[in-house]
């Protein structure tokens, strides 16, 4: 069984920087995508970034683009979310997510793997 575990959320101020990582455990893992996707109370889970592992392209929701990079690590297996400029509507619970074949990008269930999620504050 794979499990993603993600680590780096916190409390941050406004304008400060947060840095979230994301590997998978268990059984050996090559993952086709991995990203991030965040959610708030009572709305439904939000694309944020993600990046092809082959090759590295990456695609960034428009309310995060020019502040928030997503990486990854081959050799670690690790993909990383670097937040800059954060805002207080940044402020969610954020879910490492993973497929290991050919899908969508934008949509929850083009992800067939979740982490538990990290929580992201940002006060103003």
């Known amino acids: 069984q794979v499990q993603l575990v993600e680590s780096g959320g916190g409390l941050v101020q406004a304008g400060g920087s947060l840095r979230l990582s994301c590997a998978p455990s268990g059984r050996t893992f090559n993952s086709y995508r991995m990203g991030w996707f965040r959610q708030t109370p009572g709305k439904e889970r939000e694309f944020v970034a993600a990046?092809?592992?082959?090759?590295?392209?990456?695609h960034y929701a428009d309310s995060v683009k020019g502040r928030f990079t997503i990486s990854r690590d081959s050799a670690k297996n690790t993909v990383y979310l670097r937040m800059n400029s954060l805002k207080p509507e940044d402020t969610a619970v954020y879910y490492c997510?993973?497929?290991?074949?050919?899908?969508?990008?934008?949509?929850?269930?083009?992800?067939?793997?979740w982490g538990q999620g990290t929580q992201v504050t940002v006060s103003s």
């Open positions: 990046i092809r592992w082959s090759g590295g392209s990456t």
């Open positions: 997510v993973a497929s290991q074949y050919y899908s969508g990008i934008y949509s929850p269930n083009d992800y067939r793997y």
